[in-house]
């Protein structure tokens, strides 16, 4: 997206970029069916899949940026299946799916 609206989005946009990573974007602000079927895989957006597998969010994204891991996760399969195991393995995997109402309008984040 040119102007992500939510802070976690453009941090996850300036990332991508900044690594050459081509990419497609829902808004899921505007897709509610799909944003509450996403919820109830990851609790936060943005998310980013990859090859049907989910890489984690902004701040997962962020992590494997900063480890150099991150073009590794998108290019292979094996990377790819070592950072969702660790995205599972997560704190924050086991915080559940729920937001706040005040994270709805927001876009969520992590």
Not at 1 to 14: G, I, L, M, Q, T
Not at 21 to 42: N, S, T, Y
Not at 57 to 74: H, Q, S, T, Y
Request: charged letters at 25%.
């Amino acid at each position: 997206p040119d102007k992500p609206r939510c802070r976690f989005s453009r941090a996850a946009v300036e990332i991508l970029r900044g690594h050459g990573v081509e990419f497609d974007h829902i808004d899921v602000l505007e897709e509610p069916g799909l944003r509450k079927a996403m919820q109830a895989r990851w609790p936060t957006f943005p998310q980013l899949w990859c090859e049907g597998t989910l890489l984690g969010g902004a701040d997962a994204l962020r992590d494997l940026a900063a480890k150099c891991e991150l073009l590794d996760a998108l290019r292979s399969s094996t990377a790819r299946e070592r950072a969702a195991l660790a995205l599972l393995l997560s704190p924050q995997a086991g915080a559940g799916a729920v937001q706040t109402s005040s994270d709805e309008g927001a876009g969520g984040g992590e």
